[in-house]
């Protein structure tokens, strides 16, 4: 089982930026994935990356806006969000699977964070 912590949420203005950090104690090996919730909504897919070549992927709403990154050395993901939205406002959380290659569906993640807030304000 891998435990996850998130951090570095906040309330931020519609065009900041902000770059989140999940880290990652046990065994570590296999792709990370960022999945963000609305309340009343069903979690979201937003980006992962994968352990095989570092590959990554995002959905259609973030591309070219939020960059996922990690540090082996650290057992860090980081997700750098920039030109951020209203919409963009959510409860953000990582996700862990032992798929080595990219996932965008929950099932395929076991583990998971609490998550941390993102407050876009317009």
């Known amino acids: 089982q891998v435990q996850l912590v998130e951090s570095g949420g906040g309330l931020v203005q519609a065009g900041d930026s902000l770059t989140l950090s999940c880290v990652a104690s046990g065994r570590t090996v296999g792709s990370t994935g960022w999945f963000r919730q609305v309340p009343g909504q069903e979690r979201e897919f937003v980006a992962a990356i994968s352990s095989i070549l570092i590959s990554t992927h995002y959905s259609n709403s973030v591309k070219g806006r939020f960059t996922v990154s990690r540090d082996d050395a650290k057992n860090t993901v980081y997700l750098q969000m920039e030109s951020l939205k209203s919409e963009d406002t959510a409860v953000y959380y990582c996700?862990?699977?032992?798929?080595?290659?990219?996932?965008?569906?929950?099932?395929?993640?076991?583990?998971w964070g609490r998550g941390t807030q993102v407050t876009v304000s317009s």
């Open positions: 996700a862990h699977s032992t798929y080595g290659s990219i996932r965008t569906t929950e099932d395929d993640y076991d583990s």
